[in-house]
């Protein structure tokens, strides 16, 4: 049985290799309405998830998340479930590694500069990581179930090759947007024009009614 | 006497309903402006005191609403402030990624953890809503309705922020105080959770206890208002809402508007309240709804309305106690004034028996005091000029002007005479009076002839009446009268010395013999006839008298030997033969010592002794009488005679009119002896000149003194009326008001006399002269001696000047006498005129004198029992034996006796 599932993978690998097609576009962002500049547009990823599920090819290499100059970078990072990241440090500072999004907490513990710890994120889904220390660190790693993705270049272009013919989700993430989703066929679709506004709601500092900060410091960053 | 007019129709109340009506009127207006100040103030006080409340309400209620909307704001913190309840909502909501576990919405979490943070908290409606306000969860709520909130205003605003939110909160139908919180994770807005607490009767009953007045929140639904909440009893709540609807437009109008109203006046089920209205949140208009102060202006004015019901109740209950009360007060009060007016009306109509009687010191009391002794006077009035006309028919017609006294006198003792005995037969004393001074009385006239001669033969019968005579026959020329008593030589002696007295041309004889008398019928009367030997004897006697002499026999002329005391007797031969007979002359006839003989019932005691009876009396020294005046001659070119009005002590008094002034006088006739004598004549003159200035209405007014042709006279006023003593013996005793009045009047008179400074020395009711209209005269001060004698030694002590019976102690003793003597004799006179008879009975002057000095008198309620004890005790205080102890003047006197009263 499992013969026979080989080969219908091939099968299905070589006919969707032999529909391979091409998705490109061009990718705006808008904020507040008005565009961003072009090289804005490389900050957000854009991928691809057909229909069919696709195999995964491990890849060799862990990514790297540097701790540089307080901050993660870079700070959204893609990568396919079942990879790895490293996360070095760069500061001569120690700094601290964690997260505690579901299924893919971690902590690395506290390590100054350093190459730090490798740490495999098997589930899909966004994971957000954090400095214990410092409350204003923070970076996204987006857990991917499909191999198709990719940034936009500096002049917000993008191209997704070998994406498989069949209808899937060609979705935008950018941290500080919704999430633009929009079921295509690669096959069938021409040049994309994507506009994603950063209209992710933020929740400003409130203060209570006599213009002072409610009790303890302002946690923006509760866990 | 007028009628009184009643007035003419109208209305009359009686002067107690008229002060009791305004009484009632006064207290009723006094009560009236009570109730009604105090309502009117009390129902302002009491509207003050709701407005009050309900202002402090309102702070109370608005710091109630205030701290519960910080409690909704604490629950919805403590809930969407949890970083783990965001995190679980968050992550029920999904990434929208499409990743692996990426699951999509998970609503029922979101609910159960909802639910769960409710029954933790605690609060009436939680709702979360997603970033865009698409509700995911709602406690009222299990299944999950796709239902946008974006459009909700209170939502809105909040989702605007994003930023949290807290106020009041409409949903539908339903008002809630409500808190929204932005559910924040990392900074990025999840959600929203919105928590709220109901308004309802609950917090409409802790704010209406808590603020003191009624709350409740109204809230316009559709076309009408709703009362959602209250804190009324269900009765009122349904009376509410029907006010509601009653002004539902209005009312309406006013919420949607969302305007204040600061006074609203309510009905409630009977009571009456007073609200206020005002918008639930003034920043969300009126749309949100109203609250609706309450405070029931009832209860506040309630205390007020008990004070005022009982002010009028006890108002009502002093009324009904008060007002029988202040009539019967007013009736008690003036009754007497009503008594007065009824004895008033009655008077007028000439009733003056009534007595109002009333005893008191206040002005009501003296009124009627006041008023009865007005009306004593009127009824004494009444009664003494009835007791007088009454007798004033006795009176002679004016034609003939002879004083009553005497007709009576006259009449009396000739019918008395008459009557004495038709005939009888005994040894007599005879006295004859020729009467020669007759002879030429012709010469005027006859009628003024007969009119002498008939005055004449008057008072010789007086004289021999008073001596026990009687008249035995009687001619124009000669007179006999027998007298047969065991001293009748002395009284006949006296008669004969009377008679000389009167006219010196007669001449009398005295004989002893036994003589018939009688009377004989003859045509126009009878005839007195004397007969037998003696009578011719005497008439022979007589023609040897010559006038003026008395001529005795030897043996009667012995025995008046022994009454002239002892000195001889003067002896003359007779006219006619010649021979010797004892003859005593007016000068021996005056040294007659004769004591003077008092019988009660007339005679001597009556008779005032005006000479002293000492031997060094002077005596007349012209022999001749002066004519008598008779009616019609002029006298002195002045008076026309009119007649003769009586025979006084001192001489004749007539009646005379004064040419000069055309007036009626009287006109008293002196002794000629008196011109003669200059001290006597200055005497005269000086009482004269005293008795001028009393001018009394009761003392008879003197005018003038004079002399015509060696005749002096006193003119005086003329008064037709009645003595006293008159009146006496017509009625025996004077009836009690009439003799008050008489009796006040004297001592009135008595008091102007002394006033002046004269003494009367010689009251008695024959000096008391009462006119027709009862008006009484003191008269005849004919020995009237001034008080203080300016010429001593006119009055020689020792000598007796006064009648008898009405004298005082010190009077017959010839001592010191003053006004207290006159009251004296006024005593003696009261008692006569009150009880008929004098307190000191005697037969002479001594034994009056020892009656007075040792016995009491007798007291005036043994001859009238009904005496009034007051007024006895007034007559015995007026004749005590000491002058210190009795009443000291006629002025006090009078004050007694005006304290008796009819």
New interface residues.
């Given amino acids: 049985m499992r013969q026979r599932w080989m080969i219908v993978f091939v099968l299905q690998c070589a006919a969707g290799a032999a529909c391979a097609a091409t998705l490109e576009g061009q990718l705006v962002l808008y904020a507040d309405g008005r565009p961003l500049r072009a090289e804005e547009a490389s900050e957000a990823v854009i991928y691809f998830?057909p229909r069919q599920p696709v195999a995964l090819a491990a890849p060799g290499e862990p990514a790297l998340m540097l701790t540089r100059r307080k901050q993660f970078q870079p700070r959204l990072l893609p990568i396919v479930?079942g990879g790895t990241v490293r996360f070095p440090n760069e500061d001569p500072i120690l700094h601290n590694v964690f997260s505690t999004s579901?299924?893919n907490a971690f902590d690395a513990g506290l390590y100054g500069t350093g190459l730090g710890v490798v740490h495999t994120f098997a589930?899909?889904?966004?994971v957000?990581v954090y400095c214990n220390v410092h409350h204003s660190m923070?970076g996204f790693i987006?857990?991917?179930?499909t191999p198709h993705f990719t940034r936009a270049d500096a002049a917000g272009a993008f191209r997704l090759i070998s994406v498989p013919a069949g209808e899937g989700?060609l979705?935008v993430?950018h941290d500080r947007a919704?999430?633009w989703?929009r079921r295509i066929d690669p096959a069938s679709s021409g040049p994309l024009q994507i506009r994603v506004d950063l209209n992710?709601?933020?929740?400003?500092p409130?203060r209570n009614k006599f213009g002072r900060p409610?009790g303890g410091t302002p946690?923006?960053?509760?866990? | 006497m007028n009628v009184a007019t009643e007035p003419a129709g109208g209305f009359r109340l009686s002067l107690a309903t008229s002060v009791f009506l305004l009484f009632a009127i006064l207290l009723g207006l006094a009560l009236g402006a009570a109730i009604w100040v105090t309502w009117q103030r009390g129902d302002r006080i009491a509207a003050q005191a709701v407005q009050d409340k309900l202002d402090v309400s309102a702070a109370v209620q608005a710091e109630l609403t205030e701290r519960r909307l910080e409690e909704v704001q604490l629950k919805v913190?403590l809930i969407a402030?949890d970083?783990s309840f965001?995190k679980y909502v968050n992550?029920s909501l999904g990434?929208?990624?499409?990743?692996?576990?990426?699951s999509g919405l998970d609503i029922a979490s979101i609910n159960d953890l909802l639910r769960e943070r409710q029954s933790a908290v605690g609060f009436d409606l939680g709702l979360v809503t997603d970033?865009e306000g698409n509700v995911l969860a709602r406690t009222d709520q299990l299944e999950a309705f796709d239902q946008n909130m974006a459009d909700d205003a209170f939502l809105a605003s909040a989702l605007a922020?994003?930023?949290?939110i807290s106020g009041f909160w409409r949903e539908g139908a339903m008002l809630y105080q409500a808190a929204a919180w932005?559910l924040?994770?990392?900074?990025?807005?999840v959600g929203f959770m919105l928590v709220a607490l109901r308004v309802d009767d609950a917090l409409s009953v802790r704010v209406g206890k808590a603020s003191g007045a009624d709350i409740a929140f109204l809230l316009p639904i559709d076309q009408r208002i709703a009362v959602i909440g209250t804190s009324l009893d269900p009765t009122l709540r349904v009376a509410l809402d029907a006010a509601i609807a009653v002004d539902a437009g209005g009312m309406a109008a006013a919420i949607k508007a969302g305007t204040r109203s600061e006074r609203m006046a309510l009905e409630l089920d009977g009571q009456s309240w007073i609200g206020q209205l005002a918008p639930v949140d003034s920043a969300g208009g009126g749309a949100l709804g109203a609250t609706l102060r309450l405070s029931s202006a009832d209860r506040a004015a309630a205390g007020y309305r008990e004070i005022l019901n009982l002010l009028a109740l006890a108002g009502g209950v002093v009324l009904l106690i008060a007002l029988p009360l202040s009539f019967l007060l007013a009736k008690t009060t003036l009754r007497p004034l009503a008594t007065m007016a009824s004895a008033a009306k009655e008077a007028a109509a000439g009733n003056y028996q009534t007595r109002i009687g009333i005893r008191g010191r206040d002005a009501l009391a003296q009124l009627s005091q006041a008023f009865d002794s007005l009306l004593s006077d009127l009824r004494e009035k009444s009664d003494i000029e009835g007791y007088v006309t009454n007798l004033s028919r006795f009176l002679p017609d004016p034609g003939s002007e002879a004083a009553p006294g005497q007709t009576f006198v006259t009449r009396d003792l000739a019918e008395r005479a008459q009557m004495a005995d038709p005939a009888r037969q005994g040894a007599a004393l005879l006295l004859g009076l020729d009467l020669r001074g007759l002879a030429r009385a012709g010469a005027d006239g006859a009628a003024p002839a007969v009119a002498l001669a008939e005055q004449r033969v008057a008072g010789l019968l007086a004289a021999a009446t008073a001596q026990h005579g009687r008249l035995v026959s009687g001619s124009g020329a000669r007179l006999v009268f027998a007298f047969d008593t065991t001293d009748r030589l002395a009284r006949a002696l006296a008669v004969a010395r009377e008679a000389i007295d009167l006219d010196h041309a007669t001449a009398a004889g005295l004989l002893e013999g036994v003589l018939v008398e009688g009377a004989v019928r003859v045509p126009g009367g009878s005839l007195k006839i004397g007969m037998g030997t003696v009578c011719h004897q005497l008439d022979r006697l007589l023609v040897e008298a010559a006038a003026g002499k008395v001529l005795l026999p030897k043996g009667l002329g012995e025995s008046a030997r022994g009454l002239l005391a002892g000195e001889a007797l003067p002896v003359q031969a007779g006219l006619a033969s010649g021979k010797s007979f004892y003859a005593l002359d007016a000068q021996a006839l005056a040294r007659l010592v004769a004591p003077l003989p008092l019988q009660t019932g007339g005679g001597d005691s009556l008779r005032t002794v005006e000479q002293p009876l000492a031997a060094n009396a002077p005596t007349p020294s012209r022999a001749s009488r002066q004519a008598p005046l008779l009616p019609g001659m002029r006298f002195g070119g002045r008076y026309d005679i009119l007649g003769v009005l009586g025979e006084g002590g001192m001489g004749v008094v007539y009646k005379a009119r004064d040419l000069e002034l055309d007036d009626v006088v009287a006109l008293k006739m002196l002794k000629p002896a008196a011109l003669g004598d200059s001290e006597h004549l200055d005497r005269l003159k000086s009482e004269i000149r005293l008795a001028r200035k009393i001018t009394h209405p009761n003392v008879l007014r003197t005018f003038d003194f004079g002399d015509v042709d060696g005749r002096p006279y006193i003119s005086m006023e003329y008064v037709r009326g009645m003595t006293l003593r008159y009146l006496i013996k017509q009625t025996g005793r004077i009836p009690y008001s009439a003799a008050l009045r008489i009796a006040r009047q004297l001592s009135a008179g008595l008091a102007a006399a002394h006033q002046v400074g004269v003494l009367h020395r010689d009251i008695k009711p024959e000096n008391l002269i009462l006119e027709s209209s009862g008006n009484a005269k003191l008269m005849d001060f004919g020995i009237a001696r001034p008080l203080h004698r300016s010429e001593p030694g006119h009055t020689q002590p020792g000598m007796f000047v006064g009648t008898p019976a009405y004298s005082s102690p010190e009077q017959l003793s010839g001592g010191e006498v003053d006004a207290r003597s006159d009251v004296y004799a006024s005593g003696v006179l009261m008692c006569e005129m009150f009880c008929g008879k004098v307190p000191f009975q005697g037969a002479s002057t001594m034994e009056i004198y020892l009656a007075q000095m040792q016995r009491e008198p007798i007291k005036p309620s043994a001859w009238w029992p009904e005496v009034p004890p007051a007024l006895e005790a007034l007559i015995l205080r007026c004749i005590e034996r000491e002058p210190a102890a009795r009443i000291q003047s006629a002025i006090a006197l009078g004050a007694g006796l005006a304290g008796l009263r009819a």
């Fill in positions: 998830r479930a579901p299924d589930s899909p889904g966004l957000k923070f987006l857990v991917l179930d989700d979705v993430f919704q999430p989703r992710k709601r933020r929740v400003p409130h409610y946690n923006e960053r509760g866990y | 913190q402030a970083p965001v992550d990434g929208g990624l499409g990743l692996g576990t990426d970033a922020g994003p930023s949290p932005p924040d994770l990392d900074g990025d807005l």
